[in-house]
């Protein structure tokens, strides 16, 4: 698989993994996440099919919650042991039809710092 540029794990990137039902299976180190993540989905696609809610209006609003739960998970994998983003490294590969170079994730620690993991 061809090299490609850094991609940067945001908010809409979060939705389209949100949005592949066999993601759970393809990357198993975030699968007790599954539960939360399909209903931030569920909120999300309503938002963006134009129904709005208290304090969630946009995509990045709705899916902040688990965002910043999904980040922090792959900076403790990253910290405590960097082969458990393999098979999240492989599924965005595979997914986007290039291998980046690098994926650059911003996550807020648990004392709201933001900080970054590049894998």
């Known amino acids: 698989m061809k090299k490609g540029p850094r991609l940067v794990l945001e908010h809409n990137i979060i939705f389209q993994l949100l949005s592949d039902e066999h993601f759970w299976e393809l990357v198993p180190e975030f699968a007790d996440l599954r539960e939360e993540g399909e209903e931030h989905l569920a909120q999300a696609s309503k938002v963006l099919r134009g129904k709005k809610c208290n304090g969630c209006s ?62």
């Open 58 to 119: 946009t995509l990045k609003a709705v899916l902040k919650p688990f965002t910043e739960k999904f980040t922090l998970r792959i900076a403790s994998l990253f910290e405590y042991d960097k082969t458990r983003l393999t098979d999240l490294r492989n599924y965005v590969a595979d997914k986007l039809g290039y291998r980046p170079k690098e994926i650059l994730v911003y996550y807020k620690d648990l004392s709201g710092r933001t900080n970054q993991v590049r894998f």
